[in-house]
RNA sequence: GCUGGCGUAGCCAAGUCCGGCCAACGGCAACGGACUCAAGAUCCGUUCUCGCAGGAGUUCCCAGGUUCAAAUCCUGGCGCCAGCACCA
């Protein structure tokens, strides 16, 4: 990736990026004694080039990483890529049919012709976006330690990998059971989903498990009937078969079963049996069978409904719920119709207090549920699908959530209990499936892809209750960002079920130990590696080798069982473990949203299932998505909104810092936020802006610890003030709020300044000190910004990057200055209410500090409050008492309820008269620059007669609040 | 359907857990002003309604409820989004 070092922002942050490199700052170096902070990001998978969207989580990392350095921890945050499974092939799929986007991607990148005919291999692919991606996390300014970057096709990786499954399998949390996969039978095993790696069509299938039904006939072969309903067997009036056709017989486990070829062919894919002779439907057609359970006999019928291809071609008929059936019934001629209307009967009950408005109008009128909503719905006849199949749709979910059987053994239990049990009485060995897809899937062999059980599959056994409860137990004991995660967690292990550990076929991974023809599957592989960044680290300096990393070794390090083999190899052995005893536990990994269902549960299970308690995670992580303006994840072909700019093009637009603080800023993490180009362009400019200010008050003084001693109001107010806003954002830092400590950071700080200097403030050691601490307080978000401003300062010797963050005890807190302020600033809101619906150009404003004797009945106010309010009775008697308010008691009684305002402020502030009369004086010539106001005058409320107050304005006036006269 | 999330002024987005300090942080956009020959940048101000005196009225998806007091708590409704299994 190429950098423009013309362009005068990317040239300061790559000044100052090769700056952090010659310290080595980003390098993970453990300081024994020194406590450690261990952060990582989700690897991505290296399926292309990388855009804004995703830097905004590892750009949260860093922030994080940063701030812990700077409070002087040792860091460790390492980085690598994922390359298992099918992102590397994918890209690299694209890359050798020349992809056009991908191809163009690549040339502006500086790759040859023969550099792209490289990247066909999915491992060069991996290995160059893994590089890539490096490079762009550099450039935003990241500071991760390199020697850590790790492939997971990487042989060590993989020596690794190899380990963790072994081990898992040693303590049985790995079991062997049937499974049925998506299978082609040339290619073998592929995936169907809708990035459609392996597919040429088909990608959004869903697999459909239909239950299996017998219907004996008279002479022992059996029809098998596909349904998805299997309670409603006790309302079964007959059964359809194709009107013309053929069936066969599948024959399995000494049974002749009969069924449409399709769904023969099927079930030997899954269930094993072998195909017999071929059977005309028509032979068929007007015999009888038995319903099960019932133990009926009904009569088969030909209907156009059946369609051979889906399920087994034999349909049982379920007139009174199942709107299909009832229309196919309707069509029937007249002689076959008439003696089947009498056994048609509802066995399932919906209560009418659980139907919704909606419902109640489709169920309404009279007849059988199927019925009804058939009328409702305006189905004309078996050839109006889309009506037929809405209709069947609507009653399937109704009569799912809210039915009761009515009817049977099952009677008064709700339907979605009693199908499970319905489907366990035909086959009581076990019940027979079959499953299919829901449209056609494509294989990009052009070949159909089936399903297929594979008998022998490898589970993680997740769901096993102890393991589970191990998990959760130890995620009680960890942070979560947000902390509703945590009790989302708990709901996720409720569902979170056994997951198949490896799979046959082409996709990047390490063999599986115990079998090698199987290669293991890529969410396993990338839950336990945060263990193997401290190593891969020892790797990559040669301290270790890739011989070293034998099971053994492993057992070593991350178990402590074992010695090393010999004696020269055992002090890099030792170090190994003790590196790994130093940086471990992870003290937070942070992910996007996507990985709250499946990573970071795994990760947590691998834990808790390979280290002891101690060495168990701490924290999570979750940062939401930047989306589009149609709410989707956002990808670089999705441009809907405004074009959305590679990251290099971004960082060459607004620089790291701009982007980073438009990350930090924008919104909080856990929120999704819409791309908008405007807000980056801002965060730029305030970057800038603040590097300016920074900047401006690093001239004059000389830098000092003396103690600071402060005499003016506006020293003291400015310098409570910093302290203040010091504290909030450690505070913000420490609970990870990046968002109030940027707007601390960059928009309170900022305007804090600005009044200062507007009030006239100019202490020179007090900005220099000022400005000190906010060169560091910008590292964490805005770094090459930071060194730039800490850098004009004249500080040498170190980096900013490498400071510690303020604490704000060097600056006086003087809490009756900013109170004082607070005074003032009422007032000036006051001034602007004023001048709003004041017409012409103001000429004179006169402020009356209220009379002494208001301050001293403002005194007597809070023993007044009665639940919240001023007890009038009670605040006369106090000042009937009291020499200096006797005079004004009528006064008092029509102020009384005002004061209870006017009390807040001067109670706060602790003002005399003198004070009050004293600041505003001190703020005459910034008030008259503010409002453009040329005269203003500061009497007291006794000091002013008449001829000067015509409208006796000055009464008004109350403690902490000046009555004003405009003119 | 299940599970989770969300609905705040023109747009984005804080606040909601722990009710009052909320006409509601911040940003964008728009408008006015300063600066300028001009534009841009920058700075100041305004942007729910009304008001020639610092005030009043009406707001935080909708409808109820609790409370002296509700964007915030409770009940019901409407609408939007994501995940749902091998896909990292």
Known sequence: MAADPTNPIVDRELRWQAAWKARHLG????QPGRSKFYILFAYPGPSGFQHVGHMRGFTYADMIARYHRMRGEAIFFPGGTHASGLPAITFAAKVARRDPDTVEELHARGLNDADIASLEVPEKAARYLGNEYWDLWERLGLLMDRSTHVTTIDLDYQRFISWQFSTLQRLGKLVQKPYYASYCPVDG??????SETDLSSGGTAEMVTYTLVPFPLEDGRVLLAATLRPETVYGVTNVWLPPTGHLVEWQHSGQRYLLAPAGAARLCEQAGGTVGPAVDVAALHGKTVTVPLTRESVPILPSSLVEPSVGTGVVMSVPAHAPADWVALQELPESERAPLL????SIIEVPEESLNPADRQSMAGTGFPAQKVAAALKVSGLKDHAALDEATGHLYRLELRSGRMSTGEFRGESVATVREKVARRFFPEGGLEIREFSQKVICRCGREVIIRRVPDQWF??????????QMLEASKRMHFYPPEYGEELSGIAGWFEDRPAVRRGKWLGTPFPADPSWVIEPIADSTFYPAYYVVRRLVAEGDLTVDDLTPEFFDYVYLGQGAPPTSERKESWERARREFLYWYPVDINLGGKEHKRVHFPVFLYMHTAL????LQPRGIFINWW?????????????QKGGAVPPVDVALSRYGADGLRLYYALGASPFQDVKWEEDQCQNAHARVEETLELVLQTARGAASSDDPLSLTEHVDRWFSAQLSEVIHGVRDAWDGYDLRSAAQATYVTLPALFRRYRARGGNHLPLLRRAGEAWCRMLVPITPHAAEEASSAFGESGSLASERTFPTGEDFPRHPTAIAFERTLEQAEEDIAALLKVWNAPP???????ASPWKYRAAELVPASIRQGRLDVKSFIEKARADPLLQAHLPDLARFAGEFKRAEEASAVAGLTPGEEHALFSGARDYLSRRFRIPE???????????????KGRRHRAHPGKPAMLLE
């Open 342 to 345: 009498p056994t048609v009967r």
């Open 626 to 638: 930047i989306t589009s303006y149609t709410g989707e994840k956002l990808s670089k072909k999705d």
């Open 460 to 469: 993680l056994a997740y769901g096993s209750p102890e393991w589970k409860s």
């Open 936 to 950: 203003i005058l500061v009497l007291t409320e006794d000091d002013a007669d008449a001829g000067k107050d015509p």
């Open 189 to 194: 095993p592929v995936s169907v989903d809708p």
């Open 27 to 30: 390098r993970a170096v453990a």
């Open 843 to 849: 000429r004179q404003l006169t402020l009356f500090v």
């Open 611 to 614: 280290l002891p308690p101690p």
